[in-house]
DNA sequence: CGTAGCATTGATGTGGGTCAACGTATGTGG
DNA sequence: CCACATACGTTGACCCACATCAATGCTACG
């Protein structure tokens, strides 16, 4: 890893406060590579080797199970992925594959693991990152259990309206994957919006424009539901 | 707390490997409580103040919104909960009752934060705790979102029939609760149990018979979906 | 241009929720 | 010991959200 590299990840969330010397072993055997688009970076049931970060690009974590596939989520940088799996030293319970161009930090499970016994700043900032997927995911199986595919639908909007900071926005991802993101078909997303004409969405191709107060009246959004996203 | 208790909770995962003076720290404004089946412990949407470890009983994890609620996770001994809230130090996304007569451990959750800090043996086996819970709960979203409502419930027959070691076990807990417990309706799971009937399941009451293979043909269980429970 | 994605629309099927009625226990007090 | 209440489970009728399958439209781009 060329030094530049190590001063830009020196500076991330995930080693904020770490020792020198605890950085440096960890980091010792570190790979940074970069991927296309689709690429399968990791498939689900196997011992995790490695604890990735992702530096930028986007990726999706999903799985499979008879002849079903779902999306679980998405991760931005500077997002790590498999922590769970590493910090258990337990199988991957999600494949991952990249959805853009990435670039993606690898380091051996095992330093991961004896970094975390050596430095409380390290464990600390590991379980931080951990402690965000965790509500992240929670947030997701109550969105899934309590609201209709369409009220997660006009949800997300809100939530990309807001983070776009502008009345009128076009859809960061293709539809197919916004489908997939929140659990739905894309035969449903469709009539979703639809739907969603009745209540301040309307759009033309990918570009949407919101008239929040009215949206807001239908979704319901909730900061106990509707966190960080894509 | 008596010393006695302090003993117990030594022993516990969360402290196994901890320096003394940090355990000293961190338990010496800690509480134990009892609790009746029924209470409520928390409520959702609120900044945590403590982190609580249950020591016996047993727990539920729910949330409510738009009139609808749902049950998250049960928790039983010795795990903990809201540790992600803590680690955060953000609102709770769940709130907590207890099912059966329960005793917790309360810690301060400046304490558990300052512990994080402190030692590294505390926030990995803290951060233990959390990986193991996010994995629980990504399970928990698979499921939910790759298998239909009576192949959750074949997967946690089986499950709980392995974890009783004999072909014939009642339940642990009431239908009710099940139904929950795998997010649907009462008059759902009644219905679901007599399609298992066709599938190796016969049951009289709450004690229930389970053919294993024919069940397993139809539950296809998967240890990236099936995983420790109630 | 044609053809290869993607998105929409329609027709139809089904898992599972809802509501109401009916059973089946396990009490409690007369 | 029986009448009754209360809670829990089952069954049936019905409905709705969403998936599925198939056809069609839309854009893009070699």
Known sequence: MRTADQ???RGFPLFRGVQDDV???VTASAQIRDWQPGETVLVEGEKPAWLFVL????VEA????GGKETTLSFVRPPGAFIMAAVWTDQVQLTSIRTIEKSR??????????SGLAQDASFAKAAGLELA?????????????RMRSATERLANWLLLEQEISNTPSFSLPIPKSLLAARLGMTNEHLSRSLNILRDHGVSLSGSVITVDRKALIA????????????I
């Open 7 to 9: 001063h830009l990840i």
């Open 23 to 25: 950085f440096d072993r």
């Open 55 to 58: 530096l930028n690009g986007l």
């Open 62 to 65: 999903f799985s499979g199970h």
């Open 104 to 113: 993606i930090l690898q380091i051996p499970a095992e330093d991961i693991r």
């Open 132 to 144: 965000i997927r965790y509500r992240d995911i929670l947030r997701e199986l109550k969105n899934q």
């Open 218 to 229: 239908y979704a319901h959004p909730s900061i106990l539901m509707d966190g960080a996203d």
